[in-house]
Every structure is written in C-alpha cells, then in structure tokens.
C-alpha cells in the first residue's frame, strides 16, 4: 500500500478555508484517497474519498493532482468543531476495511 | 440505528487477568475491525473479518484472539493482559466492496488500562 506524507500540524482561522496537504508519490492505479478525521477521544469519522477526479460533499472537497502524487483536503469554512486529527489514507477498494493510519495532521482553528 | 457500539467505556485490569471487549453494529455490515490507539499515534489494526466464521490478524494480533459467530458481533479477547496492552481500543464496521458505500464506521471506543 501507498504510504502518505501529511504536515504534522497546522493552524486556520475560523470562518477561512482549510487546505490539508498530502503527498502519496508511490500511489497506483486502482488504489484510493481517503480522508477521516478524529476529534478528540473519539472514534475516527470518514469525510471523504476519491480515485482520480476531484469529489465534494457536504462536508470537504477533495482535490486529486492530475498525476495523483498528492491531494488537498479543502474545509470550506472552518469552524471550532473542525478541530482534529485529520488522516490521510491510501488504499485499494477491495482492503479499504483494512485501514492503515499514520500521524496525520493536527488542526487547530482559532477564533 | 444504533451504528457501531462497544463495551465497556472504560476498564481497569491488572496483569495477567483476561477480559473481552464487545462490539457489535446493527447495520448489516460483512467487515469488521479491531485497532487500537497508543497516545500520540495513529490507529493500528489488530484484527478483522470480512464476515462471519471468518478472522483473520492484522498489524499487531499478539496477545488477542477474535471470533465472529454472527454477523453483528466481533469481540475482541485479551488472554492474559499486560501493561503494554494499555490503549483506546475502536472497533469498525463497514460494507463489502460490491457495495456502493465507501465508509468505514468506528464505534466510540474503550479506555483500558493494565497496572
């Protein structure tokens, strides 16, 4: 499986957009981008996931590089319950029950 | 619908006492997974199961054993509890891969802790 290389922490302020980074150089062609996040003490939450356009919910959008070598999460409008973990996660379809989570990036928004 | 549950919040074990975590999901899911979280790090998965009667280990099976008798249930069993096993354990559940639904669910998690 792909690994991912995310910032270990960045700060947004309430209201502004929040861009999350991740590179995943080693990705191949039938294995997916997937976000979650984890907000304190809590279990992890799925927000989105992509293959190779670019997908939006209600919640994030996500943006896939045309070579998908790296992705940016987007919060539109980040607020303070945005505060998390977020991780970034690589995986084919067929093991995406089998998830494998590193570090992630810390995010604080700030009022 | 209840999602992902798990029993008990919080638990306290001495060393070498056995115990089993429970988890169970109400959603009909095939797969089910077992991590656990040490401080500062990300999940790690222990075990998991693409559907009843079937198990198998994941990054860190030592000293757990797991069994899925029914679709619903996956509980997780420590043999013989030591201080290294300390750590929120989360369960998840989520929907084969013919399935439209991408999403892995977690359950709230346990707090367990080994003296």
């Known amino acids: 499986d792909a690994k991912t290389t995310q910032p270990p922490s960045m700060d947004c302020a309430e209201g502004r957009a929040a861009n999350l980074p991740c590179n995943h150089s080693t990705i191949s062609g039938n294995e997916y981008v997937y976000w979650y996040r984890q907000i304190h003490s809590q279990g992890p939450q799925y927000i989105i996931h992509g293959l190779k356009n670019n997908e939006t919910n209600e919640m994030a959008s996500l943006i896939i590089t045309e070579d998908r070598k790296s992705s940016t999460l987007i919060l539109p409008h980040a607020t303070l319950r945005d505060t998390a973990v977020y991780y970034c996660?690589?995986?084919?379809?067929?093991?995406?029950?089998?998830?494998?989570f590193g570090a992630g990036t810390t995010v604080t928004v700030r009022a | 619908n209840a999602g992902v549950t798990q029993t008990p919040k919080f638990q306290v074990l001495k060393t070498g006492q056995s115990m089993t975590l429970q988890c169970a999901q109400d959603m009909n899911h095939e797969y089910m997974s077992w991590y656990r979280q040490d401080p500062g790090m990300g999940l790690r998965l222990i075990h998991y199961s693409v559907g009843a009667g079937i198990t198998d280990q994941g990054e860190v099976p030592n000293g757990y054993n797991v069994s899925r008798s029914t679709t619903e249930d996956f509980p997780l069993r420590l043999l013989s509890a030591a201080p290294s096993q300390t750590s929120v354990y989360f369960c998840?559940?989520?929907?084969?891969?013919?399935?439209?639904?991408?999403?892995?669910?977690f359950g709230p998690g346990t707090r367990l802790t080994v003296t």
């Open positions: 998840a559940s989520s929907s084969a891969g013919t399935s439209i639904s991408y999403e892995q669910y």
């Open positions: 996660i690589v995986r084919s379809r067929s093991n995406d029950y089998k998830l494998s």
